[in-house]
């Protein structure tokens, strides 16, 4: 059975840090990664999405990269804003039917 | 182009009685995996619908059933509510393979008291 744990839980930094979300994973047979993001009491947004054959996806400010092999994933935030602070999510799907299997998020507090 | 759509948003309800919840796929994509999120948790994957049938299902019990149209929208559906079902429920859309994004819709918020 599939489990994602992600470090830290919380977060706490001051405006203009740069900062790195961990995520780990037990079974390597994995399809695709994606983070999102989700806002108190909101749905999902989707950040990036890596396919298991890739080592690495940009945008913008954020950096997500692939370590298949070890089980692991992270996710750096350049110059990190205020309004980066919300809860990030990693999920793994492993199988054809693209099923998620989610850690249980690091929630991020950026302040001015 | 609307995105994936979830109603109602909030939603209150008692022990024992009975809720359906609506989801509708972003353009384009024919497959709706419901998940359910409770507080300062990570989402849990209820079932999956393609085709308009259940194609995979997680560790829930029969009291959580689904359907889907044939115009690609579904429903959950949870009977015999229990106080444990208070959570966040997530419908989350994609198009065919399983190397596309998954779109989440707002969610809809159940209490049950």
């Known amino acids: 059975k599939q489990e994602v744990t992600q470090i830290p839980a919380a977060l706490s930094v001051p405006e203009g840090e740069n900062l790195v979300l961990n995520c780990s994973f037990t079974?390597?047979?994995?399809?695709?990664l994606q983070w999102f993001r989700q806002d108190p009491g909101k749905g999902l947004t989707s950040l990036l999405l890596?396919?298991?054959?890739?080592r690495e996806q940009t945008s913008g400010r954020l950096n997500a990269s692939l370590d298949k092999s070890s089980g692991r994933s992270t996710l750096y935030i350049a110059a990190s804003q205020p309004g980066d602070s919300a809860t990030y999510l990693c999920?793994?799907?492993?199988?054809?039917?693209?099923?998620?299997?989610f850690g249980k998020g690091t929630m991020l507090l950026v302040s001015p | 182009d609307a995105g994936v759509t979830q109603s109602p948003t909030h939603l209150i309800k008692t022990r024992g009685q009975q809720v359906t919840l609506r989801c509708s796929p972003k353009?384009?994509?024919?497959?709706v995996s419901w998940y359910q999120q409770a507080l300062g948790q990570g989402p849990q994957f209820i079932f999956q619908y393609y085709e308009e049938e259940e194609r995979q299902r997680g560790n829930f019990p029969d009291r959580f059933s689904g359907h889907q149209f044939p115009n690609y929208s579904s429903e959950l559906n949870v009977n015999a509510l229990l106080l444990g079902d208070s959570a966040l429920y997530l419908c989350a859309t994609n198009g065919r393979g399983s190397r596309s994004t998954q779109y989440f819709g707002p969610g809809t918020r159940l209490t049950v008291l």
């Open positions: 890596i396919q298991s054959s890739q």
């Open positions: 353009s384009g994509h024919d497959t």
């Open positions: 079974d390597s047979a994995i399809y695709n």
């Open positions: 999920a793994v799907v492993n199988s054809g039917y693209s099923t998620l299997t």
